[in-house]
């Protein structure tokens, strides 16, 4: 996204039920330099006009809990000010579950349940990884 004048993002919410923010990184880009900052929900940032902006935010939707299959879409708000203006944008985005083939044949034919490798080993490793 470009930012056409001077503003300021004062929130960044999700509008779909059971499903929270857990991280939003917001890269901006100006004059040739960029950066990546970690950014909470409801504190202001202030943007120039001509700031290149890619938000990247990181979602837990509870829905997704023990689904097999499963297709959402999501409605995330950006709030924010210009010349003293309130205005709201709203991104939509969709995610499905895209099972291969060996996992569907293991529970449809084998009758296996995989779906706590992803959240009883793949979660914990991946938060190792990261050092949380």
């Known amino acids: 996204m470009l930012c056409r004048e001077d503003l300021e993002i004062t929130n960044i919410s999700v509008l779909n ?6 991280e ?3 890269g901006t880009e100006i004059g040739g330099i960029s950066m ?3 950014i909470e929900t409801g504190n202001a940032i202030a943007l120039q006009q001509g700031t290149l902006i ?11 809990v023990d689904q097999f299959f499963y297709t959402t ?3 995330i708000m950006i709030e924010y000010k210009a010349q003293g203006t309130s205005y709201a944008t709203i991104l939509e985005t969709n995610f499905r579950t895209r099972p291969d083939f060996f996992e569907i044949a293991a529970s449809l034919h084998e009758d296996i349940n995989f779906l706590p490798y992803y ?3 793949l979660i ?9």
């Open 36 to 38: 990546d900052r970690k």
């Open 17 to 22: 039920p059971n499903v929270d923010i857990a």
């Open 119 to 121: 959240y009883d080993y």
């Open 73 to 75: 879409t999501v409605y």
């Open 54 to 64: 890619n938000p990247t935010i990181i979602l837990h939707d509870y829905n997704f």
């Open 24 to 26: 939003i990184t917001l």
């Open 124 to 132: 914990p490793v991946n938060e190792v990884m990261r050092g949380e």
